[in-house]
């Protein structure tokens, strides 16, 4: 168990939030103009990174707010959270 801080609510249990994923998987800029190995390429291959990753996570059970964090996913230590709309992380 790990505990998030919220720049909104606090400190708060993992469980109150969705993972979005890491914050370098960006959604094609064209994605109409991809085929179909392409897309699979995208959805299926994902960045699993060993070590610190920039993420995106949902307060789902919270202020229903996106928030950048910095995590080691070796050991889940978070170094800094900040608000996904100040985009500053």
């Given at each position: 168990?790990?505990?998030i801080h919220c720049p909104?609510?606090?400190d708060r249990n993992e469980d109150e939030f969705t993972y979005g994923g890491d914050v370098e998987h960006r959604?094609?800029?064209k994605p109409n103009t991809m085929s179909d190995a392409q897309w699979c390429e995208y959805i299926y291959c994902v960045p699993n990174t060993k070590g610190w990753a920039k993420e995106h996570w949902w307060h789902v059970r919270g202020c229903s707010r996106w928030i950048l964090v910095?995590?080691?996913s070796i050991n889940n230590c978070l170094l800094y959270t900040s608000d996904a709309a100040d985009d500053s992380l």
């Open positions: 168990m790990i505990f909104h609510c606090g959604r094609p800029d910095e995590r080691n």
